[in-house]
C-alpha cells in the first residue's frame, strides 16, 4: 500500500461527508502510520477539525442518550490518532 501512493491519498478522504467512510479511513491510517506518518502529518490540521466535529455530536448524543454512542467511538478514534501523530512528530 506504501508503494501504490496510499499516504498521499487516504487524508483527502478524510473530506467525505458520511461519518462511516472517514472512520474506515482513519482506521487504514493507524495502521499505515509507521510508514506514512512524515506523509500523515500535514492532515493534523483536518484531524482536529473532525475532532471538534465529534466532541460536539459526541455530546448531542450523549443528551439524548443514544445506545450506541457512535459518535464518542469516532471521536476516540480522531483522538488516537491525532495523538499518534502528535507523538510521531516530537520523535523526529
Given amino acids: 500500500m506504501v508503494e501504490g501512493g496510499w499516504c498521499r491519498y487516504l487524508p483527502a478522504l478524510l473530506r467525505l461527508q458520511d461519518h462511516d467512510s472517514r472512520e474506515k479511513v482513519m482506521v487504514a491510517m493507524d495502521t ?6 512524515s506523509t500523515f502529518r500535514s492532515a493534523l490540521p483536518l484531524l482536529r477539525s473532525l475532532q471538534a466535529e465529534y466532541e460536539r455530536l459526541s ?3 450523549q443528551k439524548e442518550q443514544q445506545g450506541d454512542m457512535y459518535f464518542q467511538g469516532l471521536l476516540a478514534t480522531t483522538s488516537g490518532l491525532i495523538q499518534h501523530l502528535s507523538e510521531a ?4
Fill in 59 to 61: 455530546q448531542e448524543e
Fill in 32 to 37: 499505515l502510520l509507521p510508514d506514512c506518518s
Fill in 89 to 92: 512528530r516530537e520523535e523526529l
